[in-house]
């Protein structure tokens, strides 16, 4: 079981490594002003998220059925580990941030030359531009971290996202969770996890996506300084891994309130 649980760990963080990188890919349109196709490629890296999370669930089953029969098992224990997954994954992407956008932006010039995603993976992928690609590499600096005071960024929109990652990041956790602390409702609990998910969906789209399109519309116009998304972005990234750590609060209250909502439902 050990090496389901070690399966599930890398997926969940290929999950929250690729879905924060898209960042990088936003960053690098705005600056070339080709956000579209920024916004398309970004598209791409969230399809392999969620191929991962497809992948992830079913064995993430598994775990539950195996801590069923298995009552000293720590599941709690283990899905805490998941978690951790998400954490560390957050964490890489922040570090690998500036070369992500470094090479997002050589991506979108080289679309505009090969004109597809396929002519554009036979020219750009190569074991030689491979081997090329660590020159490449910049990681952040401690003087980056001094840029990123919140101030002239709503704390609203910050503190909002520590709570969508956070709820986001334990939904489906949470709801198999539940499903081990009940019998009768067992099944019910473990389809639940659109209660938390559609929850920090709701907020995503209301009250964060909205703000960063308005942010990125005035950088585009020329009404604010490109270092100003740079900021919202990295704060971005440092209350998505601020959540991951709320999350691992939110994992049992979340399965108890699943397991309520299904029983007076």
Same mark, same amino acid.
């Given at each position: 079981?050990?090496?389901?649980?070690?399966?599930?760990?890398?997926?969940?963080?290929?999950?929250?490594?690729?879905?924060?990188?898209?960042?990088?890919?936003?960053?690098?349109?705005?600056?070339?002003?080709?956000?579209?196709?920024?916004?398309?490629?970004?598209?791409?890296?969230?399809?392999?998220?969620?191929?991962?999370?497809?992948?992830?669930?079913?064995?993430?089953?598994?775990?539950?059925?195996f801590?069923?029969?298995?009552?000293?098992?720590?599941?709690?224990?283990?899905?805490?580990?998941?978690?951790?997954?998400?954490?560390?994954?957050?964490?890489?992407?922040?570090?690998?941030?500036?070369?992500?956008?470094?090479?997002?932006?050589?991506?979108?010039a080289?679309?505009?030359?090969?004109?597809?995603?396929?002519?554009?993976?036979?020219?750009?992928?190569?074991?030689?531009?491979? !081997?090329?690609?660590? +020159?490449?590499?910049?990681?952040p600096? #401690?003087? &980056? %971290? =001094? /840029? *990123?005071?919140?101030?002239?960024?709503?704390?609203?929109?910050?503190?909002?996202?520590?709570?969508?990652?956070?709820?986001?990041?334990?939904?489906?956790?949470?709801?198999?969770?539940?499903?081990?602390?009940?019998?009768?409702?067992?099944?019910?609990?473990?389809?639940?996890?659109?209660?938390?998910?559609?929850?920090?969906?709701?907020?995503?789209?209301?009250?964060?996506?909205?703000?960063?399109?308005?942010?990125?519309?005035?950088?585009?116009?020329?009404? !604010?300084?490109?270092k +100003?998304?740079?900021?919202?972005?990295? #704060?971005l &990234? %440092? =209350? /998505? *891994?601020?959540?991951?750590?709320?999350?691992?609060?939110l994992?049992?209250?979340?399965?108890?309130?699943i397991?309520?909502?299904?029983?007076?439902?």
């Amino acid at each position: 079981m050990l090496q389901q649980v070690i399966v599930v760990f890398l997926f969940t963080f290929i999950i929250h490594l690729s879905e924060t990188l898209t960042y990088s890919l936003r960053l690098a349109g705005v600056r070339l002003g080709k956000l579209a196709v920024a916004l398309s490629l970004s598209g791409i890296i969230l399809l392999v998220s969620r191929t991962a999370n497809m992948v992830q669930g079913p064995l993430t089953g598994k775990i539950i059925d195996f801590a069923r029969d298995h009552p000293e098992f720590n599941l709690i224990g283990h899905l805490r580990l998941v978690i951790g997954a998400s954490t560390i994954g957050t964490l890489t992407a922040i570090l690998l941030f500036p070369s992500a956008v470094f090479i997002s932006s050589r991506i979108i010039a080289h679309l505009e030359v090969a004109g597809s995603i396929p002519l554009l993976v036979r020219s750009f992928v190569s074991i030689q531009k491979i !081997k090329h690609a660590r +020159t490449h590499m910049r990681f952040p600096r #401690l003087e &980056m %971290l =001094s /840029r *990123l005071r919140i101030g002239g960024i709503p704390k609203r929109l910050v503190g909002m996202n520590i709570l969508v990652t956070g709820i986001y990041t334990i939904g489906v956790l949470a709801a198999l969770l539940a499903s081990t602390l009940t019998t009768e409702y067992a099944t019910a609990a473990s389809q639940a996890s659109g209660l938390i998910n559609g929850v920090a969906t709701i907020l995503l789209t209301i009250l964060i996506d909205p703000q960063i399109g308005l942010l990125t519309d005035k950088v585009l116009r020329g009404e !604010k300084e490109t270092k +100003t998304l740079n900021k919202v972005f990295g #704060l971005l &990234m %440092l =209350s /998505r *891994l601020a959540g991951t750590l709320l999350a691992q609060l939110l994992l049992v209250p979340a399965a108890y309130w699943i397991k309520w909502l299904v029983t007076v439902m």
